[in-house]
DNA sequence: CCGCTCCTGTACCGCCGGTACGGTTCTCCG
DNA sequence: CGGAGAACCGTACCGGCGGTACAGGAGCGG
C-alpha cells in the first residue's frame, strides 16, 4: 500500500522532468524505467498505458499548480486587505519565486498536452480546460473584488483580465523558453503588474 | 525542379497542420506520406530524417509569420503617421485577423518546438530562439517610436514591451488551447492592446 | 498459512523512424 | 529528339518503442 505509492511517485517525479525537457512523445517509457530502477511489467502495473500515465502527470501538477497560487496570494493577502495591494503583491511573490528557479520555469504541462492535443484524449483535454477555468475563476474573484474598491480607468472585464494572468504565465514560459532567457518569465509577469496598477491607479484629479 | 519544389510544399503543408493538432513525436511520416500520396522513398528523398522535416517546417512558419507582420502592421502605418495610433490599429487588425480563423488559431510552431525542446538539436533551437529575438527586435521598434513622441505612464523596457506582445500572443495561444475558446486569443490581444493606450495615454492635466 | 499488493522475467506483436539500393518516370536543356 | 539529371517508386530490412500476455515470486498484514 505504501510501497506502491511511493513508487509510483517516483516514477510520476522522473516522467515529469523527462516530459517537461522534452515532450512527452520523446520520453520513453524504457527510459523512466531505467532511471526509477524498476521493469516494464512494474510499470504497467502502476498506469494502464502512456496515456493514463500523461492524465497522472497532468493531475498532479495542476494539484500543485493550485497549491501554489493558494499559498502565495493567501499569503499577500495577509500582508494587506486592500485586494488590489494583495493582488500586485502575491504577483511580486510570483514573480520572486520564478525568478529564483536556478534554471528556469521547468514548463507548463497543461502547454505541453495542450501542443499535442490530439495526442491525448478528450479526458486529458477536459482535466486542461477544467485547469484553465480554475485560473480563471481564481483571478477573476481578485479582479472582481479590486472592481468593488477600484474604478478601473479602462472598462475591462473581470474574467478576461483574470485569463489574462494565465496568458502572461503561459506565453512568459514559452518565450523565456525560446529565447533560453529565464529572466523573461518573471520580467513579464513583473509588466504586467505594472499593467494592473495603471489600470486601477485613482486619476490624478479625484 | 518546380515539381519537385511543388511536393516538398505539399509534404510541409500536410505535416505543419498534422504537428499543429498533434505534435511532433504523434505525427508519423507514414501518415504523411499518405496523405501527400507519396511514398517513404520520396520523403525521404526531400528530407534526411524527421529532423530537418522538423527545421523546414519551423523555418517556412516563422518566414510566413513575419510576412504576416509586415502586411499588416505596413498597413496601419499607412493609415496613421501617429506610430502610437498604427500600433495599437496593428493590434486590432491583428485581433480582428484571428478572429477570423474559423477553428481558431492554429498554434505556434515556435512554441511546440519549445515544448519539446530537447526533442530536437540545437540548430533548431537557435532557429526559434532567432525568431524570438526577431519579434523582440520588430515590436521593440516600435516602442521606441512611440516614446519618441509619448512619455509613458510608468518607466518600462521597450524589450520588455515587445516581449510582452510574443507573450500575450504565445500565452493566448495556449488558453485559447486549452480553454477551447478560439476568441480568448483576440480578446487577449484586445487587452493588452488597452494596457498599451493606457501607459501613453496623456496625463489628464497636462 | 492465506491472500493481497507489488512487483520481476520472458516472450512476443505491430508501428515507426531510418537505411540501403536498384529501378523508373518525368523534365528540362542542348 | 535525346540524354542527363531530378524526382520519385518498390522492396527488404533493422532497431527502438508502446503495449500485451502470462507465469511467477517476494513481502506483508490478518
Chains 1, 2 share one sequence.
Request: hydrophobic share 40%.
Amino acid at each position: 500500500m505504501r510501497k506502491g505509492e511511493e513508487t509510483r511517485t517516483r516514477i510520476l517525479d522522473v516522467a515529469e522532468a523527462a516530459v517537461l525537457a522534452k515532450g512527452f512523445g520523446a520520453t520513453s517509457i524504457d527510459e523512466l524505467i531505467a532511471e526509477t530502477g524498476i521493469t516494464k511489467s512494474g510499470f504497467f502495473y502502476h498506469f494502464r498505458d502512456k496515456n493514463e500515465l500523461a492524465k497522472a502527470l497532468l493531475e498532479r501538477y495542476i494539484e500543485n499548480d493550485e497549491r501554489i497560487y493558494d499559498e502565495i496570494f493567501s499569503r499577500a493577502h495577509e500582508l494587506s486587505d486592500d485586494p488590489l495591494q494583495a493582488f500586485l503583491l502575491g504577483l511580486k511573490l510570483l514573480s520572486e519565486l520564478l525568478s529564483d528557479l536556478p534554471n528556469g520555469h521547468p514548463g507548463c504541462l497543461v502547454a505541453t498536452m495542450c501542443t499535442q492535443e490530439r495526442a491525448f484524449d478528450r479526458e486529458i483535454q477536459e482535466i486542461n480546460r477544467q485547469a484553465a477555468l480554475m485560473w480563471r475563476q481564481r483571478f477573476g474573484g481578485m479582479f472582481r473584488e479590486i472592481m468593488c474598491h477600484y474604478r478601473p480607468r479602462e472598462a475591462l472585464d473581470a474574467d478576461q483580465l483574470a485569463d489574462m494572468v494565465s496568458t502572461v504565465l503561459e506565453g512568459g514560459i514559452v518565450l523565456s523558453k525560446a529565447l533560453k532567457e529565464p529572466k523573461s518569465l518573471p520580467d513579464q509577469l513583473l509588466v504586467f503588474r505594472t499593467f494592473v496598477r495603471l489600470l486601477f491607479q485613482p486619476m490624478a484629479q479625484a
